[in-house]
């Protein structure tokens, strides 16, 4: 059982930059591929960043490549979001999800590969 908390959202002008970070409980957090996803008010959920259980295996949405990267620290249960050039299209509910993935490189991109999911924290990109 993994325990995911997002935090770092907020308000930001286009151009600008935000850090998410995402705390997972348990002591199996470095076993978990984990996944960035996003939903904007009447869409679906969509992925954004993936990274494996190492961290040598990242994947990201067309959409945020070359301003997104994923990273993690097992050591600190915590997998990172940074965001530069932010963009008001980049506005939603972004969330963290968990996947038991050990050994595996592949980053999943679906949201039903994932078994584990944090409550949301939003993302306002002023223009």
């Known amino acids: 059982q993994v325990q995911l908390v997002e935090s770092g959202g907020g308000l930001v002008q286009a151009g600008g930059s935000l850090r998410l970070s995402c705390a997972a409980s348990?002591?199996?957090?470095?076993?978990?591929?984990m996944g960035w996803f996003r939903q904007a008010p009447g869409k679906e959920r969509e992925f954004v960043a993936g990274i494996s259980w190492s961290g040598g295996s990242t994947y990201y949405a067309d959409s945020v490549k070359g301003r997104f990267t994923i990273s993690r620290d097992n050591a600190k249960n915590t997998v990172y979001l940074q965001m530069n050039s932010l963009k008001p299209e980049d506005t939603a509910v972004y969330y963290c999800?968990?996947?038991?993935?050990?050994?595996?490189?592949?980053?999943?991109?679906?949201?039903?590969?994932?078994?584990?999911w944090g409550q949301g924290t939003q993302v306002t990109v002023s223009s």
């Open positions: 999800a968990a996947r038991s993935a050990y050994l595996s490189t592949v980053v999943a991109v679906r949201p039903w590969e994932y078994n584990y």
């Open positions: 348990g002591r199996t957090f470095a076993s978990y591929a």
